[in-house]
């Protein structure tokens, strides 16, 4: 059964530093989500992409925040310079309907 | 804004102890309400899509049912196994994308 990946699982980074977190969503869906989850707290929709652009940005998505689909199958997740506040659980999701989600990356910013 | 609550946070059930986990949402129009279940440490593993009030889904031991403000997940007979949090989302009828989810529930179910 097809499935969205992400790596790496964990990432570890020194505030300040860039982190690029990467997916290769389900083949043949159209649209690319992020979304976070600080550790006890609730699913957050950070951003949403479409035909090569981005499609809807939640407040939490904000200069330091950048998304790329380099090729035709990676969806990146880029944090410019990474803040302790930063440190979550990333989740890609795709869809044609429902979204499907990925196993995550713990970031982790010390 | 779009609200999702779920009750109870937590749920403890003996294996075999049927119940059910209560979604209230208010959103501007419901383009879909979603219920996923969540393990530890991974990621939402969907479960069923609701779209509008009087439609039932079944899985196996899970059943899920939507009104025009609440959603209900019943559990029939649970297993050790269906320990997990579930989660509710929304999708909201004004054109977002993103899903706005409620906190979930933490169920467990001792053998």
């Known amino acids: 059964e097809p499935e969205v990946t992400q790596t790496p699982s964990h990432q570890v980074t020194q505030m300040g530093q860039e982190v690029i977190l990467r997916c290769v969503p389900i083949?043949?869906?159209?649209?690319f989500y992020w979304y976070r989850q600080i550790l006890g707290q609730k699913v957050e929709f950070l951003v949403s992409?479409?035909?090569?652009?981005?499609?809807?940005k939640s407040e939490i998505f904000d200069d330091q925040f950048s998304v790329e689909r380099p090729d035709g199958s990676n969806f990146t997740l880029k944090i410019r310079s990474t803040k302790l506040e930063d440190s979550a659980m990333y989740f890609c999701?795709?869809?044609?309907?429902?979204?499907?989600f990925g196993p995550g990356t713990r970031l982790t910013v010390l | 804004e779009d609200q999702v609550t779920q009750s109870p946070e937590a749920l403890r059930l003996q294996e075999g102890e049927s119940s059910s986990l209560n979604c209230s949402y208010t959103?501007?129009?419901?383009?879909?309400l979603f219920w996923y279940r969540q393990d530890p440490g991974k990621g939402p593993e969907f479960l069923f899509t609701?779209?509008?009030a009087g439609e039932e889904k079944e899985k196996e031991r899970l059943k899920a049912t939507l009104t025009k403000k609440e959603s209900f997940l019943h559990i029939t007979a649970p297993k050790p196994e269906d320990s997990a949090t579930y989660l509710c989302?929304?999708?909201?009828?004004?054109?977002?994308?993103?899903?706005?989810f409620g906190k979930g529930t933490h169920l467990i179910i001792q053998p």
């Open positions: 609701l779209y509008s």
């Open positions: 989302a929304v999708l909201d009828g004004g054109g977002a994308d993103g899903l706005t």
């Open positions: 959103v501007s129009g419901l383009r879909g």
């Open positions: 992409f479409y035909n090569n652009e981005i499609s809807e």
């Open positions: 083949s043949n869906h159209l649209y």
């Open positions: 999701a795709s869809s044609v309907k429902e979204q499907f």
